[in-house]
């Protein structure tokens, strides 16, 4: 090809700094030309390409039948040279997808008689046999799907199964903390705003990643092994029948991780409909900041039941909601398939590589480094909103809080027998009145046919920065200006909660309507922002943030009411 030839092994970091001088020294030395064409391009595609590579300048049939692919999109291309090519490919009458279907199979064609010649591989005959004969099950048609729902099953068990110790200690840890400051400190502003504000808030999302990290070392595993790959392939005919392609498996696949790269991931699709209807439909995926959520409220109303003796039903009800969100994006894509009209065609084809053993290394490192992106990007987010939060609920209209005090003050001189309860209503009745009761009780009308109380509320508004700060919502909440709760994890707080008539606040019916809305609903500003930047039109991010929240609330609704 008339360039240096480097050998490198990147899984192992060898020759990559004899590559970077290679590049270097081509770089400096002038171009280098082909001396012949890697495959028959002209044979292929036609003798038109020479009329390409006037037009622009180019040196190879290569680089025009690329440019003739995709002359729509390239920005060094002026108007003339656009409209010179549409022209010439409407007349010759180009079949784009064909024609690169062929070339991609030419190509890897010559490639395998490059490699039978130079490359030496140990036993890559036996390698080869050994991946083909785990593909004859794990790619089957319906043992395929068997094994992929059982690979989910796995992992949402151990999940749960797993995680569960380091919760525990974490959990104990915090409490222990909060307890120990209690006592040491006097009681004053400094202590309010660290105990119940600072310290409620960090330790309401803390508790979630063992989770997060145990999510994403599954999910290296299954990338590592080569099965990831073997996922878009099982799932090419599933994405098709909605109007996509595999393609798009790996933006929702990546999803679960966050939305935002997920959807940068869709460059690679290069059918317009397809990338925007993947775009629009990636957030519904369940990612990493709903985990937190999902388990504080699957843990509130889900008991911890093992099915069978084997099967932790927690875990299932965990499954059911990844696979709704996945479903639901199905659904969402069949539909903007008939909305969108483009007609343009594609393939899909991808090299799926040998099965290898996972390196636990990379493994380790992937789990260590999203912990630290969970808490670095969601502790910046949750702490800012956490100590406003508290500023909130601590502090209110001076007139209702002095009328608040007033009340109490004659009641404790009325009743100095009943100090302890009256403590306990006199700080619900302070946070009711305060800026964040006001702005929870203006908003409760709304969501109150949800089987939502005005701290919900509240949790949903600040959420929308970002999913997990629901926690830290409910954490602050739950803590400001109650003295016990400093001794309680979150899950007690929560699970003793009460409305004004008496009722649990966190029943099946409510636990379930919050589940669903969570899953549906688009509560993520990055989320929007990255849509925007990616279609160029704030029209997508406002018809992705209508549709879901709609499906969200219907959907919340409709549960509440089933199980009330």
């Keep these: 090809m008339g360039v240096p030839v480097v050998p490198i092994n990147p899984r192992r970091n060898k020759g990559i700094d004899q590559l970077k001088k290679a590049i270097v020294d081509v770089r ?17 595609a036609g003798s038109w390409l020479n009329e ?53 199979m030419q190509r890897y064609a010559r490639i395998a008689q490059v490699m039978q010649q130079c490359v030496v591989e140990v036993t890559p005959l036996q390698r080869t046999m050994r991946s083909e004969r785990i593909d004859k099950l794990l790619l089957h048609p319906v043992w395929g799907y068997v094994v992929l729902l059982s690979v989910l099953f796995l992992l949402f068990q151990s999940i749960f199964w797993l995680a569960q110790y380091p919760m525990n200690w974490v959990e104990d840890g915090f409490s222990l903390t909060s307890s120990w400051l209690n006592s040491v400190m006097p009681d004053n502003f400094i202590k309010d705003l660290l105990i119940n504000g600072l310290l409620a808030g960090i330790s309401g999302i803390a508790v979630f990643i063992p989770q997060i990290m145990i999510l994403f070392g599954l999910i290296t595993i299954l990338e590592d092994t080569g099965y990831m790959a073997r996922i878009s392939f099982l799932t090419d005919r599933l994405m098709r029948s909605v109007g996509l392609n595999g393609r798009s498996v790996m933006p929702l696949i990546s999803g679960m991780a966050c939305a935002v790269p997920a959807i940068m991931a869709t460059r690679t699709i290069q059918n317009r409909k397809e990338r925007l209807i993947t775009i629009m439909v990636t957030p519904l995926m369940s990612c990493s900041a709903r985990l937190p959520v999902y388990t504080i409220l699957i843990g509130l ?17 965990l499954m059911g909601l990844y696979l709704l969100g996945f479903f639901m994006a199905l659904i969402v894509a069949r539909v903007m398939n008939f909305i969108v009209k483009v007609k343009e065609r594609t393939f899909f084809l991808m090299e799926l590589p040998v099965y290898r053993a996972p390196r636990w290394k990379n493994v380790g490192i992937t789990m260590v480094e999203k912990a630290k992106i ?65 702005m929870g009780h203006a908003f409760e009308p709304v969501i109150k046919p949800l089987g939502y109380d005005w701290k919900i509320g509240i949790a949903l508004i600040t959420s929308f920065a970002a999913r997990e700060v629901f926690v830290g919502t409910m954490a602050t909440l739950y803590s400001v200006g109650n003295e016990e709760a ?71 609704f409709i549960v509440f009411h089933l199980f009330r």
């Design 374 to 438: 969970f808490v670095r990007d969601a502790g910046k987010v949750i702490m800012v909103i956490s100590l406003l939060l508290w500023a909130l609920a601590s502090y209110g209209p001076p007139k209702s809080m002095r009328a608040v005090e007033a009340k109490y003050a004659k009641l404790e001189q009325q009743h100095p027998e009943q100090k302890r309860q009256l403590e306990n209503a006199h700080a619900t009745d302070k946070l009711e009145h305060s800026f964040a009761g006001v």
């Design 486 to 556: 400093s001794k309680e994890t979150l899950h007690e707080k929560m699970a003793a909660a009460k409305r004004t008539d008496g009722t649990a606040v966190y029943t099946l019916a409510t636990g379930l309507s919050l589940l669903i809305f969570y899953v549906f609903a688009m509560q993520c500003m990055s989320t929007l922002a990255i849509v925007y930047r990616e279609t160029r039109n704030w029209k997508y991010p406002v018809i992705q943030f209508l549709y879901m929240f709609a499906i969200a609330y219907v959907s919340a």
């Design 28 to 44: 400096q030395s002038g171009r280098h030309e082909l001396s012949s064409e890697f495959i028959d391009t002209e044979a292929l």
């Design 52 to 104: 390409i590579r006037q037009i622009c300048g180019l040196h190879s049939n290569y680089g025009a039948l690329h440019v003739a692919c995709n002359y729509a999109e390239l920005k060094y291309l002026n108007a003339a040279q656009r409209m010179r090519i549409a022209a010439l490919l409407d007349e010759v009458k180009f079949q784009k997808s064909k024609v690169q279907a062929e070339e991609v």
């Design 301 to 317: 109303v889900i008991p911890n039941h093992r099915l069978l003796g084997i099967f932790n039903l927690q875990g299932l009800v």
